[in-house]
């Protein structure tokens, strides 16, 4: 079913589109849905674009092999125009250098985090169907909304002491700003081995 047959569909189905709109944190929609919505969710799902991990020039070539190894291919946000979801940043401790990919396979999507840049036991997180990170955007289109940032002690402050939540550790390295684009999102902050989940966006 082609992009605009799912928009008609989620436009004649207005009451049940708050819902959708409500996902969070790239997390499952809320609410009831219908056979009609469900049909026009599938439909988008079919149209998000997924890249492959050889788009991506600046990712270390044994990380290059290790995504095709899995399958992972790369799914982006439409109104963020540079490629996206491929992060470096220092999420263990200051000084070492890794890497994030939000890796889907088969319609379901999980951050990878590559430690040191080494392809051997990446953390794997905040695994869920890609068809749960859709949302209604512009022209009742339904869209893909997932997207990484890497994001250091300023922003994880400033989040924290402006929507409360939980309490950060000392913060001597970057997180991984996990978005659903426009709406919120979570840092998850890697911290004495265990993945924390503090304040992001609201």
Not at 65 to 74: A, F, S
């Amino acid at each position: 079913m082609p992009l605009s047959k799912a928009s008609r569909l989620v436009a004649s189905l207005r009451g049940l589109w708050p819902s959708l709109t409500l996902a969070v944190l790239c997390g499952s929609i809320s609410g009831q849905t219908s056979p009609a919505l469900d049909k026009a969710l599938e439909a988008a799902d079919r149209q998000v674009v997924r890249l492959q991990p050889t788009a991506f020039a600046e990712l270390p070539r044994n990380l290059i092999v290790e995504l095709q190894r899995r399958r992972c291919t790369i799914p982006q946000v439409p109104m963020i125009e540079r490629r996206h979801n491929v992060i470096r940043g220092q999420f263990a401790k200051p000084g070492q250098s890794d890497w994030a990919v939000l890796c889907s396979v088969d319609g379901i999507s999980s951050i990878l985090v590559f430690w040191n840049g080494a392809a051997k036991n990446p953390a794997v997180l905040s695994t869920g169907k890609d068809i749960d990170r859709l949302q209604g955007w512009v022209g009742d289109t339904i869209v893909y909304s997932c997207a990484l940032s890497p994001q250091g002690k300023d922003y994880i402050l400033e989040h924290y002491k402006a929507y409360g939540g939980p309490k950060p550790p000392p913060v001597d390295h970057q997180g991984i700003d996990d978005a659903f684009y426009g709406k919120a999102s979570v840092v998850r902050y890697f911290y004495k081995g265990q993945w924390l989940e503090l304040t992001g966006a609201d």
